[in-house]
């Protein structure tokens, strides 16, 4: 994570965080018993495949709020695109009318 502030107040970042249960591999710990570990994770898709990264437990809020904004721009895109759509659909509209 980046450690300026004013980069993480402006990240975008595409995916959702999930909780993972993970074994860490050493023989003698309670995860080897089925006492799995809990972290976090991003979990987003790439090129067709789904991706995951482990986050740290102060990455979290940053993660989400960051995952938030894209939703919000995707959101104001989104419809910026339909109005895009009306607009060409109206014009094309009344230039059909027009040559009646
Ligand atoms: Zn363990």
């Known amino acids: ?5 004013k980069q993480n107040e ?12 993970r074994s860490c591999g050493k023989s003698q710990c309670k ?4 006492e799995l570990h809990q972290t976090w994770a991003l979990s987003y ?8 990264i482990a986050l740290r437990d102060e990455d979290v809020p940053i ?7 894209y939703r919000e721009a995707m959101k104001k895109l989104e419809s910026q695109a339909l109005q895009g759509i009306r ?3 109206a014009a094309i509209k009344a230039a059909k009318r027009r040559r009646r």
């Open 1 to 5: 994570m980046p450690h300026n502030t």
């Open 31 to 34: 995860c080897a018993k089925g």
């Open 87 to 89: 607009r060409l659909h």
């Open 10 to 21: 402006s990240m975008v970042i595409r995916g959702s965080v999930v909780k993972v249960r």
């Open 63 to 69: 993660v989400r709020k960051a995952i938030y904004r």
């Open 45 to 52: 898709s790439h090129q067709g495949r789904t991706r995951m």
